[in-house]
């Protein structure tokens, strides 16, 4: 029995982790996706929160063909302990699948085994630039799977976003659903 674990922020979720978890259902029997930075939300950064992104995950993932565990992992900004703190928070696990070279230089240092895939489009498949397309109104969609932008326009995303993106006093359309109240 192999358990995986795959951790990034998925802010938001995209079909370049996809291709990642797809990749692990073929050398692993179980998969443990670690949400980090789990208590951030509402910044540019990281506008989601962890609810949030673990409905993301989970109905990307409905049909998997392998068990999986989604678990938001809050940052506890001490690089040196960062990896014992993981593994109190998740099942045991075998092997860490990430690209990241921090996540890769800490998990390592604790004889831990590491597999970086290669990355899928990364140009537009990566957080950085599906927030920045949000921002700025170009398109987004298509980076990431049907049910992600279910969420984010259940959720008023989009619009979360562009809010985020205002300077105090830059409030003509705020809330505009509720403006008729004001
Ligand atoms: P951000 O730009 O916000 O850092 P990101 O796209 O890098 O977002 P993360 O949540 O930071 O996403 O990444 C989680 C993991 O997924 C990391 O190991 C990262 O290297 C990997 N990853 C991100 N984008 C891709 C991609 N296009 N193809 C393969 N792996 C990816
Ligand atoms: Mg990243």
């Known amino acids: ?4 674990f795959y951790i990034g922020r998925f802010q938001p979720f995209h079909n ?11 050398e692993a029997d179980e998969l443990i996706i670690g949400i980090g930075s789990a208590q951030l939300s509402h910044d540019l950064e990281n506008p989601f ?4 992104r673990v409905l993301m995950i989970t109905r ?3 049909g ?11 940052d506890i900004k001490r690089n040196a302990l960062w990896v014992a ?8 696990f075998d092997i860490v699948y990430t690209s990241n ?12 085994p590491v597999c970086s895939p290669d990355m899928f489009k990364r140009e537009s498949h990566s957080g950085t630039s599906i927030r920045e ?18 969420v984010i326009n259940e959720i008023d995303g989009i619009d979360r976003i562009r809010d985020l993106d205002r300077s105090d006093g830059d409030l003509s359309t705020l809330f505009s659903s509720g403006a008729d109240h004001v």
């Open 85 to 92: 703190h993981i593994i109190s928070m998740t099942p045991p």
């Open 16 to 26: 370049g982790h996809l291709t990642v978890i797809d990749r692990i259902t073929k």
């Open 1 to 4: 029995m192999k358990r995986a």
């Open 49 to 52: 929160t962890a609810g949030e």
């Open 133 to 150: 397309r949000m921002r700025t109104g170009e398109p987004w969609e298509s980076l990431v799977p049907p049910c992600v932008v279910d």
């Open 60 to 62: 990307a993932l409905v």
């Open 64 to 74: 998997l063909s392998r068990p999986f565990y989604v678990i938001p992992i809050e």
């Open 101 to 112: 070279p921090l996540v890769i230089r800490l998990f390592s240092e604790a004889g831990i």
